[in-house]
């Protein structure tokens, strides 16, 4: 697990290591974070949004009963869990630093294939993510506006035993002898959860985050096998003519491109 305070120079390449990583207070300084804060949320409060309630099922509410669940001594269960930035409020993801944003390759598609990858998520204490593998077997960060969130993840091997990966794709059983590892999420804190890794997420109190998935040098290796796996051609075609055209690039560059 790395743990770490990390100078703008080296956010990129911490948010791409092969580890999970907690980045503390890493997003302090990032614009969105301020924009998570409820007077700036308050200011949509009226915005419909589709939550799930306690047992799961989507409900669509005013964005205020979320923003009072988050702050609920008795919290009913709501959880913005599944809202895209893009639905919400689009100018959201430009407070992203442009470094961050850049982490995904896939941005560079065209809108008809590009992969809509940035939620919002809100929620009161005791809601929370099941364990899962992330999308398409791709990397993910999380900065926390507010609250604070317990992580639990598993190594891509166990997620495979746990058939939250294909067979073969997580690597040995027990993936590489790592433990399970957990940590605390504060404030303008930024997890990174690699490709592969399985994960559940509780929150402690009400929390407000941002989240986006990526894929890009760091991990296209695993989501290759991931697609080859599941014999999935198409997917496996775009990423090669992805990486084909960020290689170029790095060539015209020298490496400086985007990871």
């Known amino acids: 697990m790395l743990t770490t305070s990390t100078p703008d120079g080296t956010l990129t390449a911490a948010m791409c290591a092969d580890r999970p990583a907690v980045l503390r207070g890493a997003g302090r300084d990032w614009p969105v974070y301020a924009a998570l804060g409820d007077a700036r949320l308050r200011e949509l409060e009226d915005r419909p949004v589709v ?8 409900v669509t509410v005013a964005l205020r009963e979320i923003l009072d669940e988050s702050r609920a001594e008795r919290p009913r269960g709501l959880y913005l869990r599944d809202q895209l930035v893009s639905e919400f409020e689009p100018s959201l993801w430009n407070l992203v630093p442009r470094e961050v944003r850049r982490l995904n ?9 590009r992969p809509d990858w940035a939620w919002l998520m809100i929620g ?3 809601t929370g993510s099941p364990l899962h593998v992330d999308t398409m077997a791709s990397s993910a960060w999380n900065l926390l506006g507010s609250g604070r969130k317990r992580w639990t993840f ?10 939250l990966l294909p067979p073969g794709c997580g690597g040995p059983p027990g993936g590489d002898g790592t433990d399970v590892l957990t940590l605390v999420q504060e404030p303008g804190d930024v997890v ?20 986006a998935n990526f894929v890009n040098r760091s991990n296209v290796g695993f989501v290759r096998r991931y697609f080859e796996v599941l014999e999935d051609r198409a997917n496996l075609d775009l990423l090669t003519a992805v990486g ?4 170029r690039l790095d060539d015209v560059t020298g490496g400086s491109g985007a990871r």
């Open 192 to 211: 990174v959860t690699p490709s592969g890794w399985a994960h559940e997420v509780h929150n402690l109190t009400g929390t407000v985050s941002v989240t």
């Open 244 to 247: 084909t055209t960020f290689d």
């Open 124 to 126: 009161g204490a005791g």
């Open 51 to 58: 939550a799930e309630d306690a047992g799961g099922r989507p």
């Open 105 to 113: 390759w896939l941005l560079a598609l065209p809108g008809d294939v």
């Open 154 to 163: 598993h190594p891509p091997g166990r997620a495979e035993e746990l058939r």
